[in-house]
């Protein structure tokens, strides 16, 4: 099995900030990870798939990068409607989920 | 694109969670049909993928459990996940999948429906 981890699993911020999340596999999984945003009670989101390539109508606040083991999601100028809990996965082996990130109001 | 969990709300321990997810504005063709499942503890637990041509992938920790069917006549897939226990209870998400070799994502999702296995 590939665990998957993020960090941090929470953090507080404002808007306009500048956030990074970072996600981390157990072992190297090229560039099969994608990213999803959970809002509360909904489903979630693809923000970003194949590591770097942001979904159609996504804003380009949103970037993602990495290789191998260790990947971003990054927030340039977060915004409102950002706060929520994000999800890294991978498909190298099976599908699996990261714990999430939340970030919420400072 | 769409997608609707529909079954039971509510499963008694040792018998089997059945759920069906009506996709609608979309083919069934060319996509992996998935479930997921998500808890407070667990986080988000993709169970199994069914291909448009029938061939079925698992989460390995499930797959002794797990059922999973296509019916494109009526574009809908379903789950069947026996010998229930609490630690089922969860909601219970169906999902669309594109794959590409390796690489493989989950979008769009159904609104989800909760599951709680209890007596």
């Known amino acids: 099995d590939i665990q998957m981890t993020q960090s941090p699993s929470s953090l507080s911020a404002s808007v306009g900030d500048r956030v990074t999340i970072t996600c981390r596999a157990s072992q190297s999984i090229s560039t099969y990870l994608n990213w999803y945003q959970q809002k509360p009670g909904k489903a979630p989101k693809l923000l970003i798939f194949?590591?770097?390539s942001l979904v159609s109508g996504v804003p380009s606040r949103f970037s993602g990068g990495g290789f191998g083991t260790d990947f971003t999601l990054t927030i340039s100028g977060l915004q409102a409607e950002d706060f929520a809990t994000y999800y890294c996965?991978?498909?190298?082996?099976?599908?699996?989920f990261g714990p999430g990130t939340k970030v919420d109001l400072k | 694109v769409q997608l609707q969990e529909s079954g039971p709300g509510l499963v008694k321990p040792s018998g089997t969670l059945s759920l069906t997810c009506t996709v609608s504005d979309s083919s069934m063709y060319s996509y992996y049909w998935s479930w997921i499942r998500q808890t407070p503890g667990r986080g988000l637990e993709w169970i199994a993928y069914i291909y448009d041509t029938g061939s079925t992938k698992f989460n390995p920790s499930l797959e002794s459990r797990v059922t999973i069917s296509l019916d494109t006549s009526k574009n809908q897939f379903s789950l069947k996940l026996n010998s229930v226990t609490a630690a089922d209870t969860a909601v219970y998400y169906c999902?669309?999948?594109?794959?590409?070799?390796?690489?493989?994502?989950?979008?769009?999702w159904g609104q989800g429906s909760l599951v709680t296995v209890s007596s």
């Open positions: 194949a590591a770097s």
């Open positions: 999902a669309r999948g594109v794959g590409d070799g390796y690489i493989h994502w989950v979008d769009p």
């Open positions: 996965q991978q498909s190298d082996i099976s599908l699996t």
